[in-house]
T-cell receptor
């Protein structure tokens, strides 16, 4: 079967760095995506990794290790507006259950 | 561009009633998807379409049917609603599932089945 595992909750303070991990088990892997979802809103695309390594987009970076079936999302210089749920997803559109990030002042 | 739109935004049904959720996109995307999201959970794929006239089952297709008669529209039908189908339904689209292709989501439809 296919599955993804993420921590259910993470808490951090404004200005800090936080890492949200994702381990996956899937057949036919093509890449790992990350989405952000604010409470009551629609998911929005953040990043995609098809190859091993780090992809950087502003304050957000995403990492993939295909050999370890593992990836993470790194959020730097945390802001209050980053409080949201973060989902990893693999090709064929299987989503993890999400990590609720709470940013505290 | 309106992006991905969904109608209705909210709906309350009684058990056994039927309804259709409409998803429309104006980005000329080939691929369209229907997900459901239950409280505190991730998204689960119900059905998807890789082009006009095609549909395929996702993770949780039972109790739902879909149609893609026009490229820009993807309809999700509930023939006989059950309380277990109370959820938030999201539609999404993308041009094609190539490397790095972004998936765009609609605002969601909040459905309650009593």
């Amino acid at each position: 079967g296919q599955s993804l595992e993420q921590p259910s909750e993470v808490t951090a303070v404004e200005g800090a760095i936080v890492q949200i991990n994702c381990t996956y088990q899937t057949s036919g892997f093509y890449g790992l995506s990350w989405y952000q979802q604010h409470d009551g809103g629609a998911p929005t695309f953040l990043s995609y990794n098809a190859l091993d390594g780090l992809e950087e987009t502003g304050r957000f970076s995403s990492f993939l290790s295909r050999s370890d079936s593992y990836g993470y999302l790194l959020l730097q210089e945390l802001q209050m507006k980053d409080s949201a749920s973060y989902f990893c997803a693999v090709t064929k559109l299987i989503f993890g259950t999400g990590t609720l990030l709470a940013v505290q002042p | 561009n309106a992006g991905v739109t969904q109608t209705p935004k909210f709906r309350v049904l009684k058990t056994g009633q039927s309804m259709t959720l409409l998803c429309a996109q104006d980005m000329n995307h080939e691929y369209m998807y229907w997900y459901r999201q239950d409280p505190g959970m991730g998204l689960r794929l119900i059905h998807y379409s890789v082009g006009e006239g095609t549909t395929a089952k996702g993770e949780v297709p039972d109790g739902y049917n879909v149609s893609r008669l026009k490229k820009q529209n993807f309809l999700l039908g509930l023939e006989s609603a059950a309380p277990s189908q109370t959820s938030v339904y999201f539609c999404a689209s993308r041009y094609a599932p190539t490397l790095g292709d972004t998936q765009y989501f609609g605002p969601g439809t909040r459905l309650t089945v009593l």
